[in-house]
């Protein structure tokens, strides 16, 4: 009878911990990131985020600190093997890390399109390569996953069509 008893007061004990951890929390904070799409951020933003036709799974989203500040703009998708975050503001400077990429990158290369001077970083093994510039008053920013410069020949193809699908 005791051997029951210790068995059924070990059974609560688990039970009540185990219904104890579950996370009852609603903090209620705000999703900073909505969906969107390209029409939606060209025409209420003014921010052109073109991709290639044969680019695939495209994502278009607004970052935003509230309801009314607009932070960033951007468009995730895959082209060439490659997985990208492309991303434009007018709020958000590239000093300020528009991209999200925070990687301490060894090399750097100025690569110019159309007049226009776009800063690639890369060198740091499974980090990606980025680029970042400006045209009128926006900043961009294109972040490629996962690739090295193997890939760089590519990704500034890529770089080349969408600044001057802007310029």
């Known amino acids: 009878m005791k051997k029951i008893i210790s068995v059924l007061l070990a059974s609560l004990f688990i039970i009540s911990c185990l219904t104890g951890c579950q996370n009852n929390n609603n903090n209620n904070l705000p999703n900073p990131?909505?969906?969107?799409?390209?029409?939606?951020?060209?025409?209420?933003?003014?921010?052109?985020?073109?991709?290639?036709?044969?680019?695939?799974?495209?994502?278009?989203?607004?970052?935003?600190?509230?309801?009314?500040?607009?932070?960033?703009?951007?468009?995730g998708f895959k082209y060439d093997k490659g997985k990208y975050n492309y991303r434009g503001s007018k709020v958000v400077d590239n000093d300020n890390q528009l991209s999200g990429v925070y990687y301490d990158f060894p090399r750097e290369d100025d690569f110019i399109v159309s007049g226009i001077k776009a800063e690639?970083?890369?060198?740091?093994?499974?980090?990606?390569?980025?680029?970042?510039?400006?045209?009128?008053?926006?900043?961009?920013?294109?972040?490629?996953?996962?690739?090295?410069?193997?890939?760089?020949?590519?990704?500034?193809?890529?770089?080349?069509?969408?600044?001057?699908?802007?310029?």
């Not at 985020?49 to 695939?56: G, K, Q, R």
């Open 120 to 167: 690639i970083e890369y060198g740091v093994k499974n980090a990606g390569i980025l680029a970042k510039w400006d045209i009128r008053d926006i900043h961009y920013s294109l972040y490629a996953e996962n690739l090295d410069e193997s890939s760089l020949k590519n990704f500034k193809v890529l770089l080349s069509t969408l600044i001057e699908s802007n310029a």
């Open 33 to 75: 990131i909505s969906d969107s799409s390209y029409d939606e951020i060209k025409s209420d933003y003014g921010i052109n985020l073109s991709i290639p036709d044969d680019a695939s799974d495209a994502y278009y989203s607004i970052i935003s600190r509230d309801s009314k500040t607009l932070l960033i703009c951007q468009v």
